[in-house]
T-cell receptor, first 114, second 112 residues
Framework: KAGVTQTPRYLIKTRGQQVTLSCSPISGHRSVSWYQQTPGQGLQFLFEYFSETQRNKGNFPGRFSGRQFSNSRSEMNVSTLELGDSALYLC?????????????FGQGTRLTVV | DAKTTQPPSMDCAEGRAANLPCNHSTISGNEYVYWYRQIHSQGPQYIIHGLKNNETNEMASLIITEDRKSSTLILPHATLRDTAVYYCIVRVQNSGNTPLVFGKGTRLSVIA
């Protein structure tokens, strides 16, 4: 079966712009989580969605937002980009938040803010 | 914050067993131990998880001490492709999953 698909793979944006990243989970998976990875902070949890509802949120400013659609696909948006937002953004899907199972990660979107 | 402690780096000779330790002395009764690894520039990959019994799958074995305060991930015959950062994570499994909280992990280098 197809894995987690993230688009685009690479992105370059200018400070002050906004960006939208997309994640298509594995078929049948209804839970999608987003992570930010930087060399200094490592992998940090952004938020988790299930059934179009945000279930958990990490410690990020309100410029970071997301949503999930009825087909479980998810998008995350970052507004008013800052240089520090340059990172690898990873999406992970799992069956549901209440099933003891593993999360499958996509290859990520590498965002560079200049 | 991550609730686990791992050595920052380890080396292992190709073909030998790689034993990666993890300390989770504050683990609660309803927390599972998960292991993921991240090969350079890829997303993390699930390896194995367990509660209190030892677990084995096609990738690795997980040995959890009886008091559950530490565990060891064993890659029985390490290959160069096992070079990666390995993350040990404790995660509540109760009414709902908690997010995966990644620490700094252990950078395993498999040497030919």
């Amino acid at each position: 079966k197809a894995g987690v698909t993230q688009t685009p793979r690479y992105l370059i944006k200018t400070r002050g712009q906004q960006v939208t990243l997309s994640c298509s989970p594995i078929s049948g998976h209804r839970s999608v989580s987003w992570y930010q990875q930087t060399p200094g902070q490592g992998l940090q949890f952004l938020f988790e969605y299930f059934s179009e509802t945000q279930r958990n949120k990490g410690n990020f400013p309100g410029r970071f937002s997301g949503r999930q659609f009825s087909n479980s696909r998810s998008e995350m948006n970052v507004s008013t980009l800052e240089l520090g937002d340059s990172a690898l953004y990873l999406c992970a899907s799992s069956l549901s938040p209440t099933v003891n199972t593993e999360a499958f990660f996509g290859q990520g979107t590498r965002l560079t803010v200049v | 914050d991550a609730k686990t402690t791992q050595p920052p780096s380890m080396d292992c000779a190709e073909g030998r067993a790689a034993n990666l330790p993890c300390n989770h002395s504050t683990i609660s009764g309803n927390e599972y131990v998960y292991w993921y690894r991240q090969i350079h520039s890829q997303g993390p990959q699930y390896i194995i998880h367990g509660l209190k019994n030892n677990e084995t799958n096609e990738m690795a074995s997980l040995i959890i001490t009886e008091d559950r305060k530490s565990s060891t991930l064993i890659l029985p015959h390490a290959t160069l492709r096992d070079t990666a950062v390995y993350y040990c994570i404790v995660r509540v499994q109760n009414s709902g999953n908690t997010p995966l909280v990644f620490g700094k992990g252990t950078r395993l280098s498999v040497i030919a």
